[in-house]
C-alpha cells in the first residue's frame, strides 16, 4: 500500500484510482471488481453531468437531493461550480471530473489551476491508465486519478471482447470529437457512425440535433458492447486508448499501475540531489 493520500485515507482505499461512472460499462461486475482491486468504484454514488444546456436544470437542488437521500459520492463532468458551494460539512464527497474534450496542454494547465485555485482536494481525470499518469497527476497536486477507458480494456468489463480488442489496436486517431456545433462537444470511438454525425453537422452552418439524433441513440451504443459490432452505435472512449495494449484482470492493473508509479516517482527523485552545485 505504497500510496497515502486524502483519497485513499478518507475513503479507506488501498490505491488512489477512481472508476467514474460509466453508461452500460460501469455495472456491478465492474466496480466490484474496482473496488476488490482497491480503489473506488462508482455505483452507489450520483453521477450529475453539468455540460452546456440550453436551459440547465437546477444541479443546486439535484445535489442537495442527493445528499438528503444519503448519496456518499458524488461525481461530476464539465463545470462542478454549481454545486461546489454545498455544505463543507455534509458527509459527501465531490469529485469533479474534467470532460474529456480538449488538448492535453490545456489539461496540463488545468490541472495546475485546480491545485491553485481550489481549496478542497481533487482527482485528476481524463487520459490516465497507467502509473506515470498516477505520478504526475500527484505531482501536480491532485489526490488520485479517475479513469474510465482504462477499465474498460480489463478482464472484468462487462462488455463484449472486440471493444477491448478494439481499444488495443486504437492508435491515437482512434477517436473522433462530435456534436461541437450543438455546444455539447464528446469524445467517442471513430467509427461508421461517429464520422457519419461528423459529415451532417459538418455539412451545415446551423444543423438541428434531431439530424443526428438517430445515430447517436444510446440503445445503438449499447448493441456495441453487448454485440461486439463496434459500427452498432455511438460508444465513448478517450485519448488513453492510444496507451492501451493490454487487456488485465482489475487486480492486475491497480498493482502494475501502484508499481509503475513508485518507479517513476523513484526515478524522477534520483535526477535530484541537494549536494549538487550549480
Ligand atoms: C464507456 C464510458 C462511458 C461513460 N459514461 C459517462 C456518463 O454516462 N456520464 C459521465 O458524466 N461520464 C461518463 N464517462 C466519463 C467517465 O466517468 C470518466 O470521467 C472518463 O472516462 C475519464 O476519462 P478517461 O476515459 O480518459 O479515463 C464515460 C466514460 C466511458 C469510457
Known amino acids: 500500500m505504497p500510496f497515502k493520500t486524502w483519497l485513499t485515507e478518507t475513503l479507506g482505499i488501498k490505491v488512489p484510482i477512481v472508476q467514474g461512472g460509466m453508461m452500460w460499462v460501469g455495472r456491478a461486475e465492474m466496480t466490484s471488481a474496482v473496488a476488490n482491486a482497491g480503489g473506488l468504484g462508482f455505483l452507489f454514488g450520483v453521477n450529475i453531468t453539468m455540460l452546456p444546456a440550453i ?4 444541479y443546486l437542488a439535484y445535489a ?8 456518499k459520492i458524488i461525481e461530476t463532468a464539465g463545470n462542478p461550480e454549481p454545486i461546489l458551494n454545498l455544505n463543507s460539512s455534509l ?7 474534467a470532460t474529456n474534450i480538449r488538448g ?5 494547465s488545468r490541472r495546475r489551476m485546480c491545485a491553485q485555485e481550489l481549496k478542497i482536494p481533487f482527482i485528476a481525470s481524463g487520459g490516465f491508465c497507467d ?6 497527476a500527484l505531482v501536480l497536486g491532485a489526490q488520485g486519478i479517475n479513469m474510465g477507458t482504462r477499465w474498460m480494456c480489463t478482464v472484468e468489463a462487462p462488455i463484449h471482447q472486440n471493444v477491448k480488442e478494439a481499444i488495443v489496436k486504437m492508435d491515437e486517431n482512434g477517436t473522433i470529437l462530435v456534436l461541437r456545433k450543438f455546444r455539447n462537444t464528446t469524445r467517442l470511438a471513430r ?7 461528423h459529415k451532417i453537422e459538418n455539412s451545415k452552418l446551423d444543423p438541428q440535433f434531431q439530424e443526428v439524433a438517430h445515430l447517436m441513440s444510446g440503445a445503438r451504443g449499447r448493441g456495441v458492447y453487448e454485440t461486439g459490432d463496434i459500427n452498432a452505435g455511438v460508444w465513448s472512449v478517450g485519448l488513453a486508448a492510444g496507451l492501451i495494449k493490454s487487456i488485465p484482470t482489475c487486480e492486475e492493473l491497480a498493482r502494475t499501475i501502484e508499481r509503475e508509479a513508485v518507479d517513476a516517482l523513484s526515478k524522477a527523485s534520483s535526477l535530484y540531489s541537494n549536494r549538487a552545485s550549480l
Open 55 to 58: 436551459n440547465a436544470p437546477d
Open 64 to 71: 442537495k437531493a442527493a445528499v438528503q437521500e444519503g448519496i
Open 91 to 97: 458527509p459527501t464527497g465531490v469529485f469533479g471530473t
Open 104 to 108: 492535453l496542454l490545456q489539461r496540463w
Open 131 to 136: 502509473g506515470k499518469g498516477l505520478a504526475t
Open 191 to 197: 467509427n461508421e457512425v461517429t464520422l457519419e454525425v
